[in-house]
T-cell receptor
Framework: GEQVEQLPSILRVQEGSSASINCTYENSASNYFPWYKQEPGENPKLIIDIRSNMERKQTQGLIVLLDKKAKRFSLHITDTQPGDSAMYFCAARPQGGRALIFGTGTTVSVSP | GGIITQTPKFLIGQEGQKLTLKCQQNFNHDTMYWYRQDSGKGLRLIYYSITENDLQKGDLSEGYDASREKKSSFSLTVTSAQKNEMAVFLC????????????FGPGTRLTVL
């Protein structure tokens, strides 16, 4: 089936620096791209999303970029804090589809 | 706002046993999903349902049955639990009217002895 590739699988950064996660998707008709944060023992929580009619979205220290031509989208966490340490998942929703296709996840570790 | 509840929170079963997990949502969402997450891994779709009595297979449907008894509830059955199986089963729901946001329940942790 369709896949979403997510890289890197592990990301270690210093507090205060930025962290970037990249995802690529296969279906050019995909129109919705959410990002989830999952802390140990918790369920995934939606932190930011972007639709295909946008190229950039920003909220509370998070920036999402979408490049439809390259079928690539990315999450940038600015000024990382220890509380940003978690697993992050990207996903894509094919147009007309009901199910999200998830990436394999990135473990982000922010050290003081 | 709304909430997704999953029962039980922890489920311990025996090899070969049939086990049922339940999910309820009060968002009045149309589509509900069941995912399996193995430790430290990604989410794999087992089944989803776009309305009451509808069922759609995901990539991981073999070994599972599901039932959408009513709009607010979606249950998943492990037809024959596998020895040493450990995973978290996550239920999720989405509204198909305007927004695509998908929200997850707290999960059911399965251990098979």
């Amino acid at each position: 089936g369709e896949q979403v590739e997510q890289l890197p699988s592990i990301l270690r950064v210093q507090e205060g620096s930025s962290a970037s996660i990249n995802c690529t998707y296969e279906n050019s008709a995909s129109n919705y791209f959410p990002w989830y944060k999952q802390e140990p023992g918790e369920n995934p929580k939606l932190i930011i999303d972007i639709r295909s009619n946008m190229e950039r979205k920003q909220t509370q220290g998070l920036i999402v970029l979408l490049d439809k031509k390259a079928k690539r989208f990315s999450l940038h966490i600015t000024d990382t804090q220890p509380g940003d340490s978690a697993m992050y998942f990207c996903a894509a929703r094919p147009q007309g589809g009901r199910a999200l296709i998830f990436g394999t996840g990135t473990t982000v570790s922010v050290s003081p | 706002g709304g909430i997704i509840t999953q029962t039980p929170k922890f489920l311990i079963g025996q090899e070969g046993q049939k086990l049922t997990l339940k999910c309820q949502q009060n968002f009045n969402h149309d589509t509900m999903y069941w995912y399996r997450q193995d430790s430290g891994k990604g989410l794999r779709l087992i089944y989803y349902s776009i309305t009451e009595n509808d069922l759609q297979k995901g990539d991981l449907s073999e070994g599972y049955d599901a039932s959408r008894e009513k709009k607010s509830s979606f249950s998943l059955t492990v037809t024959s639990a596998q020895k040493n199986e450990m995973a978290v089963f996550l239920c999720a729901s989405t509204s198909d009217r305007g927004g695509y946001e998908q929200y997850f329940g707290p999960g059911t942790r399965l251990t098979v002895l």
